[in-house]
């Protein structure tokens, strides 16, 4: 049996689809489609992106190009989901490694610089902003969804409808003080709950506490003081007594000695007599 011959339908699609390489013809189906998660969505952007800033992989707008040694740029998550099967470029199949990859910043900075629309514009946002301000917008998107602070509600509302929503929560029985000491009210706390009151009292259990401390620090240092003194007055009886002592033995002219005497006497004093022994 002889194959047919090969007509202008069976001949091998080429690698390139307008203008860029066709990956599919690369990977399998479930590898294509786990790698279609890198990059920036198409829909997010004002005005059609140019296809240099387009990722051969997933299709999106590159983010965090990082370019390989053959000069072909893809997203960071892109390939490196892609390297962890094949180690070689996507695109010309040359082969690379992670070391060798580097940062796109200029590219990077270039696409930051892409207007895109809020991504609350289905919701009825009509912003368009640079893309490297785009989480700036999304802190104060009035469309934004918002979970309730009240505890115990798990709701999402827009930003703009947030107060009014508090309002009318289930679940505002429990709220914190708004003015920020820190207590939980519930409705009936809530009426009567006076911050500068309770702070006012706590102020002044703190006073009576600290002149209670300082109260006894004050006897602490009167007994100090007293014990001081007394020492001092000991030191100095002890010191008169210590000169009485010595002057008792000190010898006046008129106690010396008479000549021709051994000179083996002994001095004792008892009180203010002296008494001379000679042998």
């Known amino acids: 049996m002889t194959r047919p011959e090969k007509g202008e339908n069976d001949r091998k699609p080429s690698i390139r689809k307008s203008g860029r390489y066709d990956l599919s013809l690369f990977a399998s189906p479930d590898l294509a489609r786990s790698l279609q998660s890198g990059g ?26 990082v370019r390989l040694p053959c000069h072909h740029v893809f997203c960071k998550k892109c390939i490196l ?46 912003v368009t902003c640079p893309l490297a301000h785009r989480k700036g917008h999304q802190a104060s998107c009035p469309f934004e969804l918002t979970t309730c602070p009240n505890e115990g509600c798990s709701a999402r509302v827009p930003r703009q409808v947030l107060a009014a929503h508090r309002q ?89 000695v008479p000549e021709g005497s051994s000179g083996a006497g002994v001095w004792e004093g008892q009180g203010q007599d002296i008494l001379y022994i000679e042998d």
């Open 40 to 65: 920036y969505d198409l829909s997010l952007f004002a005005s059609p992106p140019d296809c240099n800033f387009l990722c051969s992989v997933c299709h999106g707008v590159l983010k965090r190009p």
């Open 168 to 256: 009318h929560c289930q679940q505002s029985a429990q709220q914190r003080c708004p003015l920020g000491c820190g207590a939980t009210l519930g409705p009936a706390e809530k009426a009567d709950h006076n911050c500068y009151r309770e702070l006012r009292e706590a102020w002044g259990v703190r006073q009576a506490r600290s002149r209670t401390l300082l109260a006894r620090l004050l006897r602490r240092v009167r007994r100090v003081h007293r014990a001081t003194n007394l020492i001092r007055r000991q030191l100095a009886q002890l010191g008169d007594l210590l000169e009485g002592d010595a002057a008792l033995f000190v010898r006046s002219p008129a106690q010396a």
């Open 81 to 126: 989901r892609w390297l962890a099967r094949q180690k070689t470029c996507p695109c010309c199949r040359e082969d690379v490694s992670r070391k060798s990859m580097v940062h796109a910043s200029q590219l990077q900075r270039a696409i930051g610089r892409l207007e895109v629309k809020c991504k609350n514009a289905d919701a009825g946002c009509l």
